[in-house]
């Protein structure tokens, strides 16, 4: 008797949310400053054996020189605080020094900061071979704003306020299914496998202005 297979159901993939306050974050040293980890994927993983799948981080670059290579790695770079930096990328050169404007570059490819005046403040995210994602800095007001950025479905979404508490949600108080998260300056909300459908919203709960807020998506090829 020949056994008759059923087509398997594809499996469900759950979002998630997950808040990472700014206290649980690491902070690493290097030849030209400082770098903190917002966040990292697989969290087992490592940047000193450049095995991770993507990295979140903000780096402090107090002086000029070399970024380490990671040669499986595209890179996502953007000022966050100071007067910018000149960027050399093999042969070609760039300004680092709009928070607005993103440039993506090969990890494998040999990169060095000249500051302009003084020391800054930048935000990176790494991806590695298979990996797509992109990242933009938006002005943070008191008005309720949507995630709006161009994404595939099912992508992960992070949300970083370095200056300012923001406050974020999903869905309006009327549905049972509403979700609404509080975040200090300096904190990440991490929404994993987040449905095209769902588009957070978010705002700063304080009058202050003039600062912006970094939205970043991820998802495998």
Known sequence: MNKVLMPQQPQRIEPNAQIIRRA?????????????QLAIYPAQSSVAAQDFLWRFSSATVEQSGAFTQFAAHQRLLALRQGAGFTLQ?????????????????????????????????DINLMLAAGYQGNMQAVPLGSDWQPFMM?????????LWSDELALEVRQGSAAHSDAQSWLLQPGDLLLLEHWPLAQRPEFRSPTNQTGSSLVLAWIKML
């Open 24 to 36: 649980q974050m690491s902070i690493s040293n290097w030849a030209g400053g400082s770098t903190l």
């Open 89 to 121: 990328v093999d042969n070609h050169q760039a300004q680092v020094d709009n928070p607005y404007h993103c440039l993506r570059f090969a990890g494998k490819s040999h990169s060095s900061a000249q500051l302009n005046n003084g020391a800054v403040t």
């Open 150 to 158: 161009p994404r595939p479905e099912h992508s992960t979404l992070l």
